[in-house]
C-alpha cells in the first residue's frame, strides 16, 4: 500500500497534474480595479509560484491574497481557489495534517454560500478533506468525507448540467476511487458506478469544451482497469485497458505515462520499466535536476528493475540514487534560499513604500514620527533577528525531515526485499524477524518453498547502513536466484562467493547460514559459511549448538569451494539461527547477552509455536538493554517440522 501510494503521488506530482491540483474555473480572468488589484496580483503569484513549485511563496503570497477581505468580496471563486493553492501546496510537502486544517477553514466560509458555482467548493473540500484523511490511514472517516462530499454534488447539479460543476463532481470521484484502490479494493469496485454516472453528467453538458468528452472517458477506463487489476480481475481489467487504449489521447502517445499503475497491478514490469527508462531519458536529455521527484521516481525504476530480474542495473540504480543524496539536498537547500531572497526583496520594496509615506507624514508631524521611526526601527531589528533564527531552524529542519524521508524510502525497498508471509503448512511451522540497528541494515534472511523442499537463509552483511542494505539485496538476489536452480546449499555458497568476490573493491562479505529441508524425510543439508552456529533442539536435547564445519564468510577470498553438511532427520526438532546481533546484544555497561544466556534461554522456553519462540527472545534482549541503543542488526528463523498426529 506504501509503495502504491508513493507511485502515485510522485507520478502526478512530477508531471504536473497531482490530485490536489486546484480545478480552473470562472474567477481566473483579470482585472484592473486599482483597489482590488494588490489583492488579485497576489493570488496570481500564488498561482504561479504553485505552476514552478515553488511553495514557500505559494504560502506567502496565498495568505497575503486571503487575508485581504476584498478579493472575496471582488472575486470569490479566486478566493475560493487561492485556498485550494494553499491546500494543494501542503498536501504536495506530505503535510497532510496542516492540509486538512486548511480545508476546515475553507469549509467554514463555502459551508455559507448560496450560489451553485461557489456551493460547490464545499463539496470539492470535502472530497480533498476525504482523500487527506485516506493519506493520514484514517480510511473510514475518509470514505465517509468522499461520499458525504458526492451527495453534496448530487444535490448541487440535479438536472440542470453544467459543466464545470460536473467535471468538478466527476473529477472528485474519480480522485476518491483511486485512494480508495489502495486501501479499500471493496469500496473502489462500489464507486466505479458513481464514476461511471458522474462522467455520463459531465459529457450530457451543454458546454463540453472540444477534446474533454474524451479525456474523461479515458481517464474513467483507465481508473476502472486499474480498480479490477487490483481486485484480481484480469480479465475485465484488460477489457477496460483496451478501451482506454482506443481513446484519441491514448493513440496520440500523449498519455504514455498514464498507465503505470495498471501496469504495476498488472505485474507487467517490462512494460513499466519502459516507461521509467524513457521517463529517465527524458529527464538526463532536457538536464532535469536531481531532486526528490526524481529520485523518487528512480526508487520506483530500481523495483521495476528488480521485478524484471535486471539486478545488474538495479545495482546501478540504487548506485545512483545513493550518489545523489547530496545533490538532492542541495538543491533542495538552493530553492529554499531563492525563494526566501525573493519574499526578501519584496518585502524590502514594501519597507520602501512605508518608509516614503512616512517620510510625507513627516512633515506634518514629526513629534509623533520621530516616535514612530524608533518603534519601527527596533521591530525591524527585532524581525530580522527573529527572522534569521527562524530561518536557520528550518533549514535545519528541512534537512533532517529530507534525510530521513530518504532513509524511510530505503527501509521500506529493504524490508520489501525479505519475507513477511510464511507458509501455511500443516508439517511445517516457520517464522522470522529482522530489526535493523539503524534504519537500513545488512541482515538478511529469506526461504523458498519448492514442492515438498524448503530453502532457507539468515546472513550478516559486514559493516551497517546503506552500503550493507546494497549489499544485502545482491546476496539476496543472488540466492533466490540459485535456490530456484535446485542447488544443494554448499553449491549455493560456493556461487554466491564467486559473484560477490568479483569487483569487491570494498572488502565487504557476508556470513550466511544457508539450509535445504525435506519436509516429507526431515532431511536437511545445510552449509555454515562463516555465521554463528544454530540451535538445534527436541529428540534427545534439550537445546545445543549445532556442531558445525569452518567455512569462511562469503566475498572475502575468490575460488574457494564450501562443504556442506546434513543431518538425518530433524522431525519433531525445533531449528533456531540468528545474527550475532543477538548474543552479541549490549546493555549501557556494555556487557554482552552471550551465548549461556542464549541457550538458557531457549532451554528454558516451552514451545508453543515458531512465532512464539522469537517474540520471547525479541522480549529477553530488550530486558538485557534495559533502554541501551542497539548496538547491530538484529535476525531471527525458527522453523519446526512437525512429527505426524498418531492420536487417530
Known amino acids: 500500500m506504501k509503495r502504491s501510494i508513493l507511485l502515485l503521488t510522485t507520478v502526478l506530482t512530477f508531471v504536473g497534474c497531482d490530485f490536489f491540483r486546484p480545478l480552473d474555473g470562472p474567477g481566473m480572468e483579470r482585472t484592473d480595479d486599482g483597489l482590488d488589484s494588490i489583492a488579485v496580483a497576489n493570488a496570481r503569484r500564488a498561482v504561479e509560484s504553485f505552476e514552478t513549485k515553488q511553495y514557500r511563496m505559494v504560502e506567502y503570497y496565498g495568505n497575503k491574497a486571503l487575508a485581504e477581505k476584498r478579493l472575496y468580496e471582488h472575486n470569490p471563486t479566486l478566493y475560493y481557489q487561492t485556498w485550494q493553492y494553499l491546500i494543494s501546496t501542503a498536501f504536495d510537502n506530505g503535510e497532510y495534517k496542516k492540509g486538512i486544517d486548511l480545508i476546515t477553514a475553507a469549509l467554514d466560509k463555502s459551508a455559507q454560500e448560496e450560489e451553485p458555482e461557489l456551493k460547490a467548493y464545499e463539496a470539492r473540500f470535502m472530497a480533498q478533506m476525504g482523500m487527506g484523511q485516506i493519506r493520514l490511514a484514517r480510511v473510514s472517516e475518509g470514505i465517509k468525507s468522499c461520499d458525504d462530499a458526492y451527495r453534496k454534488f448530487e444535490a448541487l447539479i440535479g ?42 453528467k459531465a459529457i450530457s453538458a451543454p458546454d463540453v469544451p472540444e477534446g474533454m468528452a474524451d479525456y474523461c472517458l479515458s481517464k474513467l477506463e483507465l481508473t476502472k482497469a486499474e480498480v479490477y487489476m487490483k481486485a484480481d480481475n484480469p480479465k475485465e481489467a484488460e477489457r477496460h485497458f483496451n478501451a482506454y487504449q482506443q481513446t484519441e489521447i491514448a493513440k496520440s502517445g500523449e498519455d504514455w505515462i498514464s498507465p503505470q499503475l ?26 532535469y535536476p536531481m531532486n526528490t521527484d526524481y529520485q523518487q521516481m528512480l526508487g520506483m525504476k530500481y523495483h521495476a528493475e528488480l521485478e524484471n530480474g535486471r539486478r545488474d542495473l538495479a545495482l546501478k540504480t540504487a548506485t545512483r540514487i545513493v550518489d545523489h543524496l547530496g545533490t538532492v539536498d542541495s538543491l533542495n537547500k538552493s530553492d529554499d534560499a531563492s525563494q526566501l531572497a525573493v519574499i526578501y526583496e519584496t518585502q524590502k520594496k514594501e519597507a520602501k513604500i512605508a518608509e516614503q509615506e512616512a517620510s510625507i507624514a513627516r512633515q506634518q508631524l514629526v513629534a509623533v514620527l520621530i516616535a514612530f521611526v524608533l518603534v519601527a526601527i527596533f521591530f525591524v531589528v527585532y524581525s530580522l533577528y527573529r527572522r534569521r533564527a527562524a530561518r536557520r531552524l528550518a533549514e535545519v529542519k528541512a534537512a533532517k525531515e529530507r534525510i530521513e ?37 545488512g541482515d538478511l534472511y529469506d526461504y523458498i518453498m519448492d514442492g515438498d523442499r524448503l530453502y532457507f537463509c539468515v546472513g550478516d552483511v559486514s559493516g551497517k547502513g546503506v552500503p550493507a542494505a546494497l549489499f544485502m539485496a545482491q546476496t539476496i538476489r543472488l540466492m533466490r536466484t540459485f535456490a530456484k536452480q535446485r542447488m544443494m546449499p554448499d553449491v549455493i555458497a560456493t556461487r554466491l562467493n564467486a559473484e560477490l568476490t568479483e569487483g569487491n573493491e570494498s572488502g565487504m562479505f557476508v556470513t550466511m547460514f544457508i539450509g535445504l529441508l525435506d519436509l516429507q524425510t526431515g532431511h536437511l543439508d545445510f552449509c555454515n559459511a562463516g555465521h554463528n552456529p544454530p540451535v538445534i533442539g527436541g529428540g534427545d536435547h534439550q537445546g545445543a549448538f549445532l556442531d558445525v ?44 547477552l552471550g551465548e549461556q544466556k542464549l541457550i538458557d534461554i531457549l532451554r528454558s522456553t516451552d514451545y508453543e509455536s515458531s512465532r512464539q519462540v522469537i517474540e520471547r527472545m525479541e522480549r529477553e534482549v530488550e530486558r538485557h538493554r534495559h533502554g541501551a541503543e542497539p548496538n547491530d542488526d538484529l535476525t531471527m528463523m525458527c522453523i519446526h517440522v512437525k512429527l505426524p498426529d498418531r492420536t487417530g
Open 262 to 287: 495498471y501496469y504495476e497491478n498488472a505485474r507487467r514490469w517490462d512494460k513499466l520499466l519502459a516507461i521509467y527508462n524513457r521517463w529517465d531519458s527524458m529527464c538526463i536529455a532536457n538536464g
Open 549 to 592: 564445519k569452518s567455512n569462511a564468510p562469503i566475498g572475502l577470498w575468490p575460488n574457494l569451494e564450501y562443504e556442506g553438511e546434513q543431518m538425518e532427520n530433524v522431525k519433531g526438532r525445533v531449528l533456531f539461527v540468528y545474527s550475532d546481533g543477538l548474543n552479541e546484544a549490549e546493555n549501557e555497561q556494555k556487557e554482552q
Open 405 to 441: 524521508s530518504e532513509l524511510r524510502i530505503a527501509k521500506e525497498i529493504q524490508q520489501s526485499m525479505v519475507p513477511h508471509v510464511f507458509p501455511e503448512r500443516q508439517e511445517l511451522d516457520l517464522y522470522a524477524s529482522m530489526t535493523p540497528a539503524r534504519e537500513v541494515g
Open 159 to 200: 438536472d440542470n448540467p453544467q459543466w464545470e460543476l460536473c467535471y468538478m463532481w466527476y473529477r472528485s470521484t474519480g480522485e476518491a476511487v483511486q485512494h480508495f484502490a489502495i486501501c479499500d479494493i471493496k469500496t473502489a469496485l462500489e464507486w466505479l458506478p458513481r464514476m461511471e454516472q458522474t462522467y455520463k
